[in-house]
Nanobody, 117 residues
Framework: VQLQASGGGSVQAGGSLRLSCIASGRAFSDYAVGWFRQAPEKTREFLAAISQNGDKTLYGDSVEGRFTIARDSAKRTVYLQMDSLKPEDTAVYYC???????????WGPGTQVTVSS
């Protein structure tokens, strides 16, 4: 499966963005999908994940309550709705897919999110 993240950009603190992860190739419904981010000189951080049929979601502590993950299998897309953005959310955001939550084999190129104060 090939993944492409999009929807990044620049926003002021308190604003919102919605990222999209579009999949092509093998059946999208076979995969759990997660979102991650990496800021300069920091390690990659887990943000959120959703199971194959969407019945289970997981969130990282730093984004729970502000970010929401959802999937639309018909559109082969997983979304990350990001609200109440903070400058510390500035990073490159990546989506990844795998056979189960916590197991991510396929990664797409990232999309930059910049939050200004």
């Amino acid at each position: 499966v090939q993944l492409q993240a999009s929807g990044g950009g620049s926003v002021q603190a308190g604003g919102s963005l919605r990222l999209s992860c579009i999949a092509s190739g093998r059946a999208f419904s076979d995969y759990a999908v997660g979102w991650f981010r990496q800021a300069p000189e920091k390690t990659r951080e887990f943000l959120a994940a959703i199971s194959q049929n969407g019945d289970k979601t997981l969130y990282g502590d730093s984004v729970e309550g502000r970010f929401t993950i959802a999937r639309d299998s018909a559109k082969r897309t997983v979304y990350l709705q990001m609200d109440s953005l903070k400058p510390e959310d500035t990073a490159v955001y990546y989506c990844a897919a795998g056979a189960s939550l916590g197991e991510y084999t396929y990664w797409g190129p990232g999309t930059q999110v910049t939050v200004s104060s």
